[in-house]
Structures are given as C-alpha cells and as structure tokens.
C-alpha cells in the first residue's frame, strides 16, 4: 500500500470508475471525511478516509 499526503486541491485517480465515466477527483476537504468534486460532471460527495485511502489510484499534487 501506497502511503500519500493528502491535501486540499490535490487530484486523486480512483481505481474504480464514477458512473459519468472519470476516475479523477478533487479534494475539497481533508480529515477523517473527504469531501471529494468528480471532475467529470462536478458531483460532490462526502467519503470516509479509510474508502479514499483503499481506492486511490494515483495521486497528482495542485500546481
């Protein structure tokens, strides 16, 4: 397992597909909940570390 440091504006690879069909997601808020915008459609959604943690893919820091 991969060890990342997550932060605000970073964009995370997803292994599994969101139903738009993108895999990348921004983070908007970090602690023991992410919340995380698709950048495919823009939804939003509140996820636990833990789910975020065991799914990442890759992970891209803001420029």
Known sequence: M????????????MKKKHPCGSREWEILRVGADFRLKCLGCGHQIMIARKLVEKNTKDLRKKA
């Open 2 to 13: 991969m060890d990342f440091t997550y932060e605000i504006g970073d964009i995370v690879t």
